[in-house]
Structure formats: structure tokens, C-alpha cells
């Protein structure tokens, strides 16, 4: 058997079911003994990759992150709409409804770790340039109201889609019923529908 | 000394102490230990008032929802404008910031146990309306821009709030950008700014 073992590799893999745990109880769910039997492995094998509990969090919310740029990245290619990006934000399936799970589990904790609070910090600044960048765009191809400030409007409209992902969440709201709401906030913005002629 | 114990009292004084630790550390610190330490009574005493954890966390969610409706009342009088009823939502102030916290612990368990979330529900029903009705008398009175539906409009700001308090709570913006968002927001449905002539 190879003696090498893929150290990066096996610490995602531990991550997974952090993440995988988190979502479905929380974070007091994740235990040392529930990440283990999680993941398949041994406990002395979590505690060989990581130094304790909170260390594993902390990384745990690096690769979350990792996830949520790899969904924009997919999503910010030539011709993607700011909408789009939008929905992608919304747990609609499976993966989405899990990150934004795993994200509510590690909110409070985000508020006590100064890593973990950079790593969030780190996530939202990404996504903020991303759709200002989009609405600035938009705004240069006369599709937006001019008044509109793409920097001010981007940190509105992640406002906006982080409750809707809530509400979706608690059942508040179905995802049609998101859509719906981000497309008449939309409506408002856009140079188009507000001057029809 | 007496001998009689007001039960509901002792209940209540308990879920305090369960919410300051669930604001303090998320709802893994919630442990019986814990809440018998910060209660300042016997874990014997926690256990002769609720019959198990879980009991204990469904009770301290609906003392969650009885503050949130103190605060809309103490906000819903006469003369009371939407405006002051969302930016109460903010966590601007200890208070509120413990309850938007304790709010967010309780998010993922409420997902998973359906007391919890008929009390979530319950709660942003009753906003919800609130909000619909400060929107409708608006209206009324000629403030609101025609083709806004109260109904309609009420969720969607109370996703904007919602959002905009976890972008407080983790230091994406202040509590005076949140504020200006919410005027921005509200700039484009009243009906004043809209047709200033």
C-alpha cells in the first residue's frame, strides 16, 4: 500500500464532512467522533490532520468559500447576467441549499473568530466586485437607470438575495417566489422597463 | 422561606440564559452545564423544568418571537412610519444585535424541528403583515408609488432588513449604510421622489 498519503487531499475530504454535518445539525453537531465516523476514517486520524476542533472549523470555511467562487466563476462568463449570478445565490438545489446551510451554521461562530470573519469578509468582497462590475456594465450599455451607483446597488441586491436565501430556507417563501422578487427589484433599476418609450 | 416557585418565571429566566449563551458562542454552547452556570441555578433545577435539551431550546425560541413582538408593538403605534419599524430590525443595539444572533442560532436546528419553525414562522407572519399594513395606510394617503403591492413589498423589504442585519453583524457595512440602503429602497417606492412635481 503506498505510504504516501495526499495531506491536502485527506484535509477537504474532512472538510466534506464538516460541512456535510454542519448542514444538516448545525455546528454543534460536529464533534470529533461525528466528523470520523463522517468521513469514514478514525479519530486519531482527524486529530492527525488537525491540531484541534477550531482549527478544523477555520478550514472548513476556507474551502466553503471555495465553493462559493467556483459557482461564480461558472457563472461570470461572457454574457452572464447579473440576474443569473443573482439566482445562483438562492438555495434552489441541493449543493446551494447546503452551502447556505453551512454558511448560517458558522454565521455566530464567524462573529468570535477573527479568521473565520476574514474569510467570510473575503467571500462577500468577491461577490460584491462581481456584481457591481456586472451592473457597471450594464449601466455602460444604457440598460440601467443612470442614477444607479453599481457599487451602492451591488451591496443592496446581496442584501436582498442573502434574506431571500433565508426566507427560501425557513420556508417563508418558495424559490419561484425569490425570483419574483429579485426581477421586481430588477424592474426598478432598469433603464427599460422604467422608460418604456 | 417560600415554598412556592413561580414555574413560568424560573422557565423564563432560563431561556435567558440559554439565549445570551446561544448570542455568545452559537447553539453549541448550549449544554446543560452551561445554562445551569449562567442561569446561576443547580443543573438538577434546569432538568426539573425542562424535560430534555431540545425542550428547552423549542421553549427558549417562543420567548425569542414574545421579544420581537414587544418591539414591533412598542413600534406600531400611532404615527408610526415603515421606516422605524425596519430599522428597529437592525441589530443597532445590544439587545437587538443579541436577538438577530440568537435568531441565527436557532436558523439551522429550526429547519430540522418543525415547533421551532412554526414559531419562525409565526413571527415573520406577524411582521410580514405589519409591515403590509403600514404599506397599504401609506398608500392610502397617496405616499406610496400606485403600482406597489403592500403584500408584495413587504416581503421583499423584509428580506432586504434581513439581510442587511447579517451584513451588519458581520461588519460588511454599518449600521448607518444599512440605513441608507433601506432610504434608497424606500426613495424608489414612495410615491414623493418618484413624480416630484
Redesign the interface.
Known sequence: MPKRVDHEHRRQQIAAAVRRI???????G?SLNEVAAEAGISKGFVQHYFASRDDMLRYATTTLRGALEERIVARSGDGVRVRDLLIALLPLDEAARDDA?VA??F??????DPEI?CH??TG?RLLRDTVAALLAAARADGDLVPTVDPA?EA??L???????A??V?????SGD??IA?ID??LS?ITATRRNPR
Open positions: 454542519a448542514a444538516d445539525r448545525g455546528l454543534e460536529v446551510l448560517n451554521a454565521l455566530v461562530r464567524a462573529l468570535k470573519a467570510f469578509r462577500h451602492t451591496v443592496l446581496l442584501a436582498l438575495v442573502s434574506g431571500l433565508d426566507a430556507l425557513l420556508g417563508y417563501q417566489e425569490a422578487l421586481l427589484h426598478r
